[in-house]
C-alpha cells in the first residue's frame, strides 16, 4: 500500500517500478449451486461451490477473500440487484506474506475438486436493497505464491478461473444478522497502554504518509514514473482524494481495537476492518512492525512492514471503500487501471515509497 519516486533517484527505483507479469494458471472452474429460486428469508441464502481443477498440476491457492475462504466472513461472492452491488458488511484482511502458513491456503489437486459451504445473510446488507431479485457470483480473485518464493521474498501471481452465478429471489426477511464475535466483550479501546500507544503512533504515522502521497501526486502529475507504476492512467484527482480521505480522517466512533473481535486473526493476516461499522482490528503481527522512520533505516518498501502503511492501508478500506485486489508491491504494479485504483495495498507501497523517496 504506497509508492513515490525523485527523478535523481528513477535509475536506482527502476527494478521496484517495473512490474512483474502475472503467471496464468489454466483448468480452475467454479461451479455454483443455491436454494430455490424463490426463498423467503435470507438465511435460506446457503451456497455450495465446487472448485474444480481439470489441469495437470496441483494448485495451491490463498483462501482469504475468496470462495475458497468459507472460515472468514471476507467477501466470497459479489452480489447485485438490479446491476447494482449490494453493500458488503464483512470483513477485509491485510496480510503478511512471509507470515502465511500452510492454513491461509487451499491445494486443489489435478484432476480434482473441492466443495465448499456458505451462508451469506450476515455479509451482505440485504435490507437496503430490498426484496426482489439477487445474482450471486462467487469471487474468484484466487492468487497463488510460487514454491520457490515461499520464503525469501514471496510474490503473488494470479490464477484465471471461470464460473457460474446464481440468481435467487428474496421475497421477505430481509433483516440485517450480525456476524459471530468470538470475544463478547467488543473492548472499544485497546487496554494494553503498550498496544495502544503503539496503535496510536501508526495512526499519525498514517496520516502523516496520506498527507505526503496526496501533496506529491498533486505536485508531481500524472506522467510522473512512480505514479503511473502505480496507479497507470488513472486521473490524479481520484488518488489524491484518496490520500486526502485519509489525511483529514477524524471519526470519533470509529474503533482501532487491539482485541480480534472476530477470531480473524489467522495466519498471515495483519490487521482488518469490519466494513458494517468501518472498525479497525489489529492483530499480534502488526506489533512487530517497524515506525515509518525507519525506511530511512534498514527497512524496505516491498517488505511491507511498515506500521503506519499498515494502518494507512486498513483506513482506506474505513474511509474510501477499497478492496483487496492482491498483497506485494511488485503485484500491485501489475494491477489494471481500476484494480490499482480499488486496491489498498497500493496506496500503502506508494506512499511508503513517496516517503523514503522525499524525507530520507
Same mark, same amino acid.
Given at each position: 500500500?504506497r !509508492?513515490l519516486s525523485?527523478?535523481a533517484?528513477s ?5 521496484? %517500478?517495473l512490474?512483474t507479469p ?12 443455491? /436454494?430455490?429460486?424463490?426463498?423467503s428469508?435470507?438465511e ?5 461451490a ?7 498440476e496441483d494448485?495451491?491457492?490463498l ?10 466472513? $471476507?467477501?466470497?461472492f459479489? !452480489?447485485t440487484?438490479?446491476?447494482?452491488a +449490494? ?10 506474506l /512471509?507470515?502465511?502458513d500452510d ?6 489437486p489435478?484432476?480434482d475438486?473441492i466443495?465448499?459451504?456458505?451462508? +451469506?445473510?450476515p455479509?451482505?446488507?440485504?435490507a437496503a436493497?430490498?426484496? =426482489?431479485?439477487? &445474482?450471486?457470483? /462467487? ?9 520457490e518464493?515461499?520464503?525469501?521474498s ?6 484465471d478461473? $471461470?464460473?457460474s452465478? +446464481?440468481e435467487v #429471489?428474496?421475497?421477505g426477511?430481509?433483516?440485517?444478522? #450480525?456476524?459471530? @464475535?468470538v ?6 479501546t485497546?487496554t494494553?497502554?503498550? *498496544? ?9 504515522e498514517?496520516k &502523516? ?5 496526496s501533496?506529491?501526486v498533486?505536485?508531481?502529475?500524472a ?33 482501532l ?7 480473524a486473526c ?12 468501518t472498525n479497525?482490528y489489529f ?6 512492525e %517497524? ?5 530511512? =533505516?534498514?527497512?524496505? %518498501? ?8 499498515? @494502518? ?5 478500506h474505513?474511509?474510501?471503500? &477499497?478492496?483487496? !485486489?492482491?498483497?506485494?508491491c511488485?503485484?500491485?504494479q501489475?494491477?489494471s ?14 506512499? &511508503? ?5 522525499? *524525507?530520507?
Amino acid at each position: 500500500m504506497r !509508492v513515490l519516486s525523485l527523478f535523481a533517484m528513477s535509475l536506482g527505483f527502476a527494478s521496484t %517500478v517495473l512490474a512483474t507479469p502475472y503467471k496464468r494458471f489454466d483448468g480452475i472452474s467454479v461451479e455454483l449451486a443455491g /436454494p430455490a429460486a424463490s426463498v423467503s428469508s435470507v438465511e435460506d441464502l446457503k451456497f455450495t461451490a465446487t472448485v474444480s481443477n481439470s489441469g495437470s498440476e496441483d494448485v495451491r491457492v490463498l483462501k482469504y477473500g475468496t470462495i475458497l475462504d468459507d472460515k472468514l466472513p $471476507t467477501r466470497s461472492f459479489k !452480489v447485485t440487484k438490479d446491476g447494482e452491488a +449490494v453493500p458488503f458488511t464483512g470483513i477485509k484482511l491485510q496480510v503478511s506474506l /512471509p507470515d502465511l502458513d500452510d492454513t491461509a491456503f487451499v491445494t486443489i489437486p489435478a484432476g480434482d475438486k473441492i466443495t465448499v459451504v456458505h451462508a +451469506v445473510a450476515p455479509l451482505f446488507d440485504f435490507a437496503a436493497a430490498g426484496p =426482489g431479485k439477487f &445474482t450471486f457470483e /462467487p469471487n474468484t480473485n484466487f492468487q497463488v505464491i510460487g514454491t520457490e518464493d515461499r520464503v525469501a521474498s514471496p510474490e503473488l501471481t494470479k490464477l484465471d478461473a $471461470t464460473s457460474s452465478s +446464481v440468481e435467487v #429471489e428474496v421475497t421477505g426477511d430481509l433483516k440485517k444478522r #450480525e456476524l459471530v @464475535t468470538v470475544d463478547k466483550r467488543a473492548v472499544s479501546t485497546c487496554t494494553n497502554a503498550s *498496544r495502544k500507544s503503539f496503535i496510536d503512533a501508526s495512526y499519525a504515522e498514517a496520516k &502523516t504518509l496520506a498527507s505526503t502521497a496526496s501533496s506529491y501526486v498533486t505536485s508531481k502529475g500524472a506522467n510522473d514514473s512512480l505514479y503511473r507504476a502505480y496507479y497507470g492512467a488513472t486521473a490524479t484527482s481520484r488518488v489524491a482524494s484518496v490520500f486526502n480521505a485519509v489525511a483529514t480522517e477524524g471519526s470519533n466512533s470509529r474503533t482501532l481495537s487491539c482485541t480480534d473481535t472476530y477470531g480473524a486473526c489467522t495466519s498471515g493476516v495483519i490487521a482488518y476492518t469490519l466494513i458494517a461499522s468501518t472498525n479497525i482490528y489489529f492483530c499480534s503481527i502488526f506489533f512487530n512492525e %517497524v515506525a515509518t522512520s525507519n525506511l530511512c =533505516g534498514s527497512t524496505t %518498501v516491498a517488505s511491507r512492514n511498515v506500521r503506519g502503511g499498515t @494502518t494507512l492501508h486498513e483506513l482506506t478500506h474505513a474511509v474510501a471503500g &477499497t478492496d483487496d !485486489v492482491t498483497y506485494g508491491c511488485s503485484a500491485d504494479q501489475a494491477l489494471s487501471d481500476a484494480n490499482s485504483y480499488a486496491n489498498a495495498d497500493n496506496y500503502n507501497c506508494f506512499s &511508503t515509497q513517496v516517503y523514503a523517496n522525499t *524525507r530520507c
